[in-house]
């Protein structure tokens, strides 16, 4: 992948998001490649280019250190396109230092990431007055993680991270999706049991949307797996009863576990 160093503008952008004021997003890209990610149709950017060129806004601490001292404090989500977390994060360390432009100012943060490097920020994120982690997960098998999510956190480091997140007394959830179409009604109760044995007392849920050349980016990962490829195309493209059943059983199963269940179908 191709890493290229750039200067931002903006560092908060309005989000039209529920329960956020602003959206952060450090990076433009992601090495996590997954393959049902669908941030380049949203952008309008060429798969192909989203999947081979990162972006690093490597100003943005020091222009949110500027905006933060003349906009009214709110709840910002990072990050709402990019993962904040992803492996350059280590590097570079934009996220972590954004964290503290906030911390300072009085911002409160929400962060999304399915990967497990965001435990390093746990001294800061667990001095604001309001953070909230949330850590996406689609499936809790594995193998197939690794077919659609290659170079992402394992799913046990995810449970882990929340695990540790909740044990400090910061707000966890988890974002149940995409729900891997692999995952029948009678895996819902078990899912649900590991997710809330990480602490967490709220799941959001979301299906798989096969917005433009999704379908096709996730054939090119699964075609060696006729297993996958047979269940994804019953699924999702044949089966559109599927989704509707599958949310129904998380509601449910859900209610039965003191969970809030949140849809973002």
Partial sequence: MKVTEIECKTALSKSSLPGLSYSLNPYRGCQHRCAYCYAPCVLRIPR?????????????PRILEKEVRTKQPGIVGISTVTDPYQPLEQKYRLTRCCLEQLLLHGFPAHIQTKSALVTRDLDLLSRFSDSQVMMSIGTLNDNERRVLEPYSSS?????????????????????????????????????LERFKEAGIMEIWIDRLNLKPGIWENIQKNIHQNPEMVKIFSQQVRQNTQYYIDIQETIRKKGRERNLKIIDAF
């Fill in 48 to 60: 192909d280019l989203w999947e081979t060129t990162l972006e690093v806004k490597v100003n943005i």
């Fill in 155 to 191: 799913i046990q480091q995810r449970l882990d991270a929340v695990r540790m997140f909740a044990d400090s007394g910061v707000r966890t959830a988890i974002f149940f999706g995409p729900v891997y179409p692999t995952i029948t009604e009678e895996d819902v109760p078990i899912i």
